[in-house]
């Protein structure tokens, strides 16, 4: 299958004394994603704006010695990668600190998009909330509506609905939340950002209202407690892999994404696939910065 996450990947400054990398809620998912696939016959590819500065270019070689396709990568001579700065506590949960609202991505995404040419040949598209709001109310209406003929015309969705409220309203993320569960194929839902964006409920409920809209499978991420994985035909839930010491809780969800969505993929069942979405999760939280080291991947 012929795969492309569309997001934002920034330069990342981490650790003490600081380090830098990259990271980006679906390029994370994209490289875990990669990394699994590697040796099969699907193609992972991101969607995306760089510059065409050093640090792009850094970025561009490092996804594809991940085996990322990059082919639809658009290059903007004046502007920059995003940066962000991650701080962890004594747990390992992270604050962030961004630098973005002048990035290639955000330029990109108001810029207009011809949405026909770049998905065109795909099987699935993967976005996340963060996604949705790095776009202008406008262009998030075109991208929808490109996303709703994608799986019309037999494409798929993969949804992450990934919520950073300092980049734009529970109210304006209500609405467009609603029209992603009524075409996701897999809806991967944070819990607390269900909460944030909808308001208290039950992960049963959440699993109702995101079922009820249209989406074909729905996985509660609920940390270190176990996920509920659901579709129209059956529901369980799954404990997560128990960890000793978490270092950098950033790119958990992310990870655990890629370690379903790959077992999917294979032919396993929700649960096989959720037992593997938190093992991948349990090890990269145990590694500094987003993307963990390869030669570290569990089996």
């Known amino acids: 299958m012929n795969i492309a996450a569309i997001g ?15 990271g980006g809620d679906t390029l994370n998912t ?33 996804w594809q010695q991940e085996g990322i396709a990059t082919d639809r990568v658009t290059r903007l001579p004046a502007k920059m990668p995003g940066l962000y700065m991650v701080e962890t506590d004594a747990a390992g949960e992270r ?20 949405f026909s040419t770049l998905l065109a040949g795909l099987d699935v598209v993967y976005l996340s909330g963060i ?12 991208l929808i509506a490109a996303l709703q003929a994608f799986k019309a015309s037999g494409g798929q969705i993969w949804f992450d609905n990934n919520f950073r409220p300092a980049l734009w309203s529970a109210a304006a993320a209500r609405e467009a939340y609603a029209r992603l569960y009524a075409i996701a194929d897999v809806a991967l839902l944070t819990g607390d950002d269900e909460i944030a964006v909808f308001g208290a409920a039950t992960p049963e409920e959440m699993v109702t209202r995101a079922l009820s809209a249209g989406s074909g499978e729905v ?28 270092v950098d809780t950033c790119a958990a969800g992310d990870s655990f994404a890629a370690g379903y969505l790959a077992a999917r993929l294979a ?13 991948l999760a349990g090890t990269v939280i145990q590694y500094p910065g987003a993307i963990m080291p390869a030669d570290k991947m569990p089996a």
């Open 267 to 279: 032919g396993q069942d929700m649960q096989s696939a959720a037992q593997h979405g938190h093992r």
């Open 8 to 22: 934002e990947c920034m330069i990342e400054l981490s650790g003490n004394p600081l380090r830098k990398t990259y």
């Open 219 to 246: 996985v509660i991420k609920r940390g270190s407690q176990p996920c509920l994985v659901a579709s129209s035909d059956e529901q369980g839930s799954v404990a997560a892999t128990p960890v000793a010491k978490v």
């Open 131 to 142: 996604t949705l709001a790095l776009f202008p109310a406008s262009e998030r209406a075109h």
């Open 95 to 114: 604050r962030f600190h961004y630098w973005r609202s002048d990035s290639a991505a955000r330029a990109y995404f108001s810029s207009g998009i011809d």
């Open 30 to 62: 994209a490289v875990y994603l990669a990394r699994l696939l590697r040796g099969t016959s699907h193609t992972v590819r991101y969607l995306t704006a760089l510059g065409t500065d050093s640090l792009s270019d850094d970025l561009l070689a490092a």
